[in-house]
């Protein structure tokens, strides 16, 4: 581990950028999302303030550069893009022709990646790298992009990574991993691409109060942490309670809109469909051309999983359960890791304000 | 087999669905050349003679004479889809539904006793059987095109009906509810318009209508919270929609 002057961060930045497109935190419409950024554009000093279904950027006192907690976009968005074509066909009564799409681009640079983000990152490589066939377009965006992650100085209010086990400081899954302290940051190569990185940073040593610092500050991290859950026996309280009669209540309240799964960044579900543009139709349809493209889905949305004679799951308090039950419990056996990583998102941008944690604790309540 | 002959028809509406297919401007000379325009008065004066493969529906059922009209449609018609806000769920005008017909036409028209009209305006399915609906004020060009390509392929149009935050979402649009406690309809409303209101930084407002399984009660109880008056709500959900917003609230149904 070295240590890195705060003002060199952007001599990272110019080195990543030569090769990369850096994907970090930026302020729009009041909200930090994720985009391809510069190391100006990264809000230093604007704190979050998160409830149940409420979010509020203000300008705040924290002298941090990372002074802010995650806000709904997480690496998803660009290594699973929210649409994207899968290839473009051209049919005609006796063959069939497929055309796969570039996804090569500039390699993907992420920074600022919390420890939550690196675990949802690995349930993301399961479910499109770890089966007998690979998401090719998947493979190449990730396999060329870099993970520079960060320990979080502060938590969203609806964070509960330390109740996971994913965060609040970041262990593993990184090619960099950042430490915020008040006048540096510790910086940790965990790939030799990480590394070639800091090779040429003029980097210092670490003494013992940098590490006292930081030990302080995952402290005071997990000290305002808000939010838990008790994960005892988690897959099997899901399995005692499937008959809860919380899920009705929940279902009162739920709104069906979808936006928890669209802000989870472990919610992979997709689906695909078929465009054809009237221009792609030949006269009596004997050649047909098009693209088929995959969107992100949701269990939420009564189209999806829909099969011949209708859904299995028909009503909202099936289909919010089903969703909680995949999160804290389907995914240890599908995957073997958790699919709730405690990242909060799915509170925060509930417009009903649907609380997981509390869900949950309600659900320990016997009857 | 002949190229399938398309009608395009016209109720109580104000047209802007019909613009919508001559919107396509790349494509309405592939529209020509896949469809025979059997009928199609925003397009041509061509009269109406035969049987339809497919017919566009535009617009609500407001007189006694849409009555039959839409029946006669109907008999003579393969595949009928309804377009827009009027035609699926009784349009704008269906706020009169609420209404003393009276009292509009004494407020409205200096002549009210020559104005004929039902007391409610209703879509079409509350007359005949439709066979597939797209929503909006106006419809989406998009939908329109992919619902036509469809019928010439024989596949279900992709087009979705969950909620227009999915959109939102994937479009990376900072939630105006969320951030900004703004009384968004996305969360209940039907996705298709490509989200052009909040891409401008205004809530939706419900052209599409109401989404499958749409929990109205539930966003009104937040709306409420964050200090919007049981007027103020129902004057967001009385408008284009208004029927079918009011529907989906009383639909019993599991929930």
Known sequence: MKKLKKEHLRILFGGLTESHRVIGPKIEGG???LAEIAVHDIPAGFEDRQMAGSYRLVTGERPEIFSFSAGPDSFKRFLHPPVSEMFAFKSSRTAIAITAPDCQGKPLAFIGV???DIAALKLYDKVFLGGAEKDQCYESRRKDSLVIALDCSYPGDNCFCHAMGTGPSVMDGFDIALVELDASFLLEAGTIAGQRLLDVLSLEEVTEGDMKERSSRTERCLGMMKKSIRTEDLPGLIYRSLDHPRWMDIAERDLECGNCTQVCPTCFCHSHYDFVRLAGISPRAREVSGTRVRKWDSCFSRNFARVHGGNFRPSRRARYRQWMSH???????????PGCVGCGRCITWCPAGIDITREVEALRDVR | MKRPRIGVFKFTSCDGCQLSLLNLE?????FVGLFQVAYFREATDRPLRGHLDIALVEGSVSTERQRSHVVAVRERTRYLVTVGACATSGGLQALRNWADIDDYKNAVYPSP??????????PISDHVYV?????GCPVSSDELSETLGSFLLDKRPGIPGYSLCMECKRKGIPCLLIARSAPCLGPVTRAGCGVLCPSLERPCYGCFGPKE?????SLLN?????????????LLLDKMNTSAYRKARTREGPP
Request: proline share 2%.
């Open chain 2, 26 to 30: 790349d494509e309405l000379l592939d």
């Open chain 2, 222 to 234: 937040v709306f409420r919270k964050s200090g919007l008056s049981h007027h103020d709500c129902a």
């Open chain 1, 114 to 116: 919390r420890a939550c």
């Open chain 2, 113 to 122: 006793a020559i104005i004929e009209t039902l007391p409610c305006s209703t």
């Open chain 1, 327 to 337: 999160k804290l419990a389907y995914t240890f056996e599908q995957f073997g890791l």
């Open chain 2, 131 to 135: 066979d597939y609906e797209l929503w």
């Open chain 1, 31 to 33: 909200v930090v999302v």
């Open chain 2, 213 to 217: 399984g749409a929990n109205i009660d």
